[in-house]
Protein backbone atom coordinates (compact mmCIF):
# COMPACT_ATOMS: atom_id res chain seq x y z
CA UNK A 1 0.00 0.00 0.00
CA UNK A 2 2.85 2.24 0.35
CA UNK A 3 5.54 1.89 -2.46
CA UNK A 4 8.71 4.22 -2.98
CA UNK A 5 9.95 5.10 -6.69
CA UNK A 6 13.78 6.01 -7.20
CA UNK A 7 15.09 7.65 -10.58
CA UNK A 8 17.82 9.92 -11.49
CA UNK A 9 21.30 7.55 -11.06
CA UNK A 10 23.43 6.66 -14.19
CA UNK A 11 26.99 7.25 -15.40
CA UNK A 12 28.69 10.03 -15.30
CA UNK A 13 32.52 11.51 -15.23
CA UNK A 14 34.46 11.85 -12.28
CA UNK A 15 33.54 15.89 -10.96
CA UNK A 16 30.14 15.18 -12.57
CA UNK A 17 27.21 15.59 -10.80
CA UNK A 18 23.46 13.85 -10.62
CA UNK A 19 20.70 13.94 -8.93
CA UNK A 20 18.53 11.14 -7.73
CA UNK A 21 14.75 11.57 -6.39
CA UNK A 22 12.47 9.09 -4.75
CA UNK A 23 8.92 9.82 -4.61
CA UNK A 24 6.19 7.87 -1.92
CA UNK A 25 2.87 6.93 -2.79
CA UNK A 26 0.02 4.91 -0.93
CA UNK A 27 -2.46 6.19 1.71
CA UNK A 28 0.58 8.28 3.54
CA UNK A 29 -0.46 10.34 6.34
CA UNK A 30 3.25 11.86 6.99
CA UNK A 31 7.03 11.15 6.74
CA UNK A 32 8.40 12.00 9.39
CA UNK A 33 12.12 11.10 7.94
CA UNK A 34 13.92 10.22 5.01
CA UNK A 35 17.24 9.18 3.73
CA UNK A 36 19.20 7.59 1.20
CA UNK A 37 21.52 4.68 1.71
CA UNK A 38 24.36 3.52 -0.39
CA UNK A 39 26.11 0.21 -0.95
CA UNK A 40 29.32 -0.48 -3.40
CA UNK A 41 29.95 -3.86 -4.18
CA UNK A 42 31.65 -5.79 -1.74
CA UNK A 43 30.86 -3.18 1.01
CA UNK A 44 27.80 -3.16 3.36
CA UNK A 45 25.20 -0.60 2.57
CA UNK A 46 26.11 2.90 4.08
CA UNK A 47 23.89 5.56 5.45
CA UNK A 48 24.46 8.86 2.57
CA UNK A 49 22.05 11.68 4.71
CA UNK A 50 19.03 11.86 6.43
CA UNK A 51 16.63 14.29 6.39
CA UNK A 52 13.54 15.41 8.21
CA UNK A 53 9.94 16.26 7.64
CA UNK A 54 10.68 19.18 9.08
CA UNK A 55 14.32 19.96 7.23
CA UNK A 56 16.81 18.84 9.42
CA UNK A 57 19.65 17.29 7.85
CA UNK A 58 22.42 14.72 8.25
CA UNK A 59 25.29 13.44 6.24
CA UNK A 60 28.04 11.14 6.40
CA UNK A 61 31.68 12.68 6.42
CA UNK A 62 32.44 11.79 2.74
CA UNK A 63 29.80 13.41 1.36
CA UNK A 64 29.45 16.43 3.29
CA UNK A 65 29.97 19.61 1.19
CA UNK A 66 29.57 17.98 -2.13
CA UNK A 67 26.11 16.09 -1.59
CA UNK A 68 22.44 17.86 -0.61
CA UNK A 69 19.32 16.33 0.77
CA UNK A 70 16.07 18.12 0.38
CA UNK A 71 12.84 16.99 0.23
CA UNK A 72 9.37 18.08 -1.14
CA UNK A 73 6.65 17.34 1.67
CA UNK A 74 3.63 18.20 -0.74
CA UNK A 75 4.95 15.63 -3.12
CA UNK A 76 6.32 12.78 -0.71
CA UNK A 77 9.70 13.19 -2.16
CA UNK A 78 13.07 13.31 -1.50
CA UNK A 79 15.93 14.32 -3.68
CA UNK A 80 19.54 14.52 -3.28
CA UNK A 81 21.88 16.14 -5.57
CA UNK A 82 25.33 15.06 -5.76
CA UNK A 83 28.19 17.21 -6.70
CA UNK A 84 32.21 16.56 -7.53
CA UNK A 85 31.25 12.94 -7.91
CA UNK A 86 34.30 10.44 -7.79
CA UNK A 87 34.74 6.61 -8.42
CA UNK A 88 34.36 6.28 -4.37
CA UNK A 89 31.23 7.37 -4.80
CA UNK A 90 29.87 4.28 -7.15
CA UNK A 91 27.52 2.31 -5.73
CA UNK A 92 23.65 1.12 -5.80
CA UNK A 93 21.76 4.21 -3.66
CA UNK A 94 18.43 3.46 -1.76
CA UNK A 95 15.91 5.34 -0.36
CA UNK A 96 14.20 4.75 2.62
CA UNK A 97 11.32 6.46 4.53
CA UNK A 98 9.65 6.31 7.64
CA UNK A 99 6.17 6.41 7.27
CA UNK A 100 2.86 6.91 8.72
CA UNK A 101 -0.38 5.55 6.73
CA UNK A 102 -3.66 4.53 6.66
CA UNK A 103 -3.93 0.15 6.24
CA UNK A 104 -7.41 -0.92 4.71
CA UNK A 105 -8.92 -3.21 7.44
CA UNK A 106 -6.82 -1.37 10.35
CA UNK A 107 -8.14 1.76 12.50
CA UNK A 108 -5.97 4.33 12.91
CA UNK A 109 -2.40 4.88 11.71
CA UNK A 110 0.25 2.12 10.52
CA UNK A 111 3.70 3.01 11.29
CA UNK A 112 6.49 1.55 9.15
CA UNK A 113 9.81 1.78 6.95
CA UNK A 114 9.76 1.50 3.31
CA UNK A 115 13.04 1.06 1.09
CA UNK A 116 13.17 1.98 -2.77
CA UNK A 117 14.40 -0.17 -5.62
CA UNK A 118 17.83 1.25 -5.60
CA UNK A 119 19.50 3.30 -8.48
CA UNK A 120 22.88 2.30 -9.66
CA UNK A 121 25.41 5.32 -9.79
CA UNK A 122 28.37 4.97 -11.42
CA UNK A 123 31.23 7.51 -11.86
CA UNK A 124 34.20 6.55 -14.10
CA UNK A 125 37.64 8.21 -13.20
Known amino acids: QVQLVESGGGLVQAGGSLRLSCAAS????????MGWYRQAPGKQRELVAT???????TYTDSVKGRFTISRDNAKNTVYLQMNSLTPEDTAVYYCNAAIMFRRTGITGAVFDTYWGQGTQVTVSS
Open 26 to 33: GSIIRIPA
Open 51 to 57: ITSGGST
